[in-house]
């Protein structure tokens, strides 16, 4: 690759483990941003290494497939990335998860900042995660699995979603497997015998007690991984998650009791309001849900990183202060609120319709009276 024209383009790198079924498709979406190639294989048993190399080839994209051994997630990122740098001429480096597809594409030539936040999508999920950074930038992956990319104290850019985000798989061999979880608490549980500070383990190991299904410890883990305090918005995620997983149990008051502690936490995240005024609304309580949303009709997303909920800042949150305006009297403001939804809000066709006939209703109140 080195005969390329130095600091030109972007190199993909990734670590992958026989993902023969879906990486094909991850590949494809790439081909429009990356100029080349370092893939690190940690042990495949299928064709994955030959789908790669066939693929990338008929592509006319340059580059290797490397195998090294498999030790964890931030050991085999480091890798990879250190082989990108060695081998690519690139300015910039880009890494994808096999299971990831990236939607739209990514110029190099628009690309300033030593190193770029991208956007993931998942069902109604966002969140940004550092996936591009320049070649010569000195970064390290940290944690045994649920890594981070640690680039340091420079300034980050944020790839436009108009330009490209991921759209993140659920389809994985490992996720497939059905082990992922429980290898990830096994990790988690390793790194933290190691390390028993790390904040970011310790939440990563209550979200994987949470996918597996196992409440008491995720709640019991999350607990633990508010009380130790950092970055407010993995605090604010810890106590939103124990607050549903009681609610699903239907304790209403610890549910209420951890919302309200979230929303402390981070009043300008939305996700708590939401959840508790829907508790107020449901129970028939809207003058509870109008004085609590009338403080959150303002709220700005794009300040957050992790696991945002997007039709609750789209729409959602607007829609509950809405509907409290209507049972509390307030139709004027809540036909104020469900016209400026329905016009500027990218709304399912389920959802149009309920708010339009809110619409009609908050309307015919007006002329009634």
């Not at 497997?177 to 790390?198: F, R, T």
């Not at 995240?269 to 303002?298: H, V």
Request: hydrophobic share 35%; proline share 1%; net charge neutral.
């Amino acid at each position: 690759m080195k005969e390329q024209v130095e600091n030109s383009g972007i190199c993909l790198t990734m670590i992958v483990k026989n993902e023969s079924a879906i990486i094909e498709r991850c590949l494809n979406s790439t081909l429009e941003s990356i100029s080349e190639f370092v893939i690190v294989d940690t042990g495949s048993t299928d064709d994955t290494i030959e789908k790669i190399t066939r693929f990338m080839k008929k592509a006319g994209k340059k580059g290797q497939v490397i195998s090294r051994e498999w030790k964890n997630f931030a050991h085999n990122r480091n890798e990879a990335v250190a082989l990108a740098k060695e081998l690519s001429n690139a300015k910039y480096i880009l890494t994808i998860d096999a299971d990831d597809q990236m939607k739209g594409k990514i110029n190099h030539r628009d690309l300033k900042h030593s190193a770029y936040y991208i956007t993931s999508k998942h069902g109604g999920l966002e969140y940004r995660i550092n996936r591009l950074f320049k070649r010569d930038l000195k970064v390290e992956y940290i944690g045994y699995t649920h890594e981070y990319l640690s680039v340091g104290s420079v300034e980050m850019g944020t790839i436009d979603t108009d330009s490209a985000y991921y759209l993140m798989g659920s389809d994985s061999s490992r996720r497939v497997s059905g082990q992922k979880y429980l290898d990830d608490i096994a990790l988690l549980q390793q790194e933290l015998a190691v390390s028993p500070d790390c904040a970011r383990s310790q939440f990563y190991l209550a979200q994987s007690y949470k996918d597996s299904g196992q409440t008491p410890e995720a709640i019991e883990h999350y607990l633990k991984r508010a009380s130790m305090g950092g970055w407010f918005e993995e605090v604010y995620i810890s106590y939103l998650r124990v607050a549903r997983l009681y609610l699903n149990q239907n304790d209403i008051n610890k549910a209420k009791q951890f919302f309200q502690l979230a929303i402390d936490t981070c009043p300008q995240r939305a996700e708590a309001q939401y959840d508790l005024s829907c508790i107020y609304t449901n129970s028939g309580d809207y003058n509870a849900a109008y004085e609590l949303l009338e403080k959150y009709t303002d709220i700005d997303r794009s300040k957050f990183l992790l696991f945002l909920e997007s039709s609750i800042y789209e729409y959602g949150l607007m829609d509950q202060y809405a509907l409290s305006c209507y049972y509390t009297g307030r139709y004027t403001q809540s036909i104020k609120v469900w016209k400026e939804i329905l016009k500027g809000a990218n709304l399912d066709s389920n959802t149009h319709k309920r708010i339009t006939n809110n619409l009609i209703f908050a309307i015919d109140k007006v002329f009634v009276s």
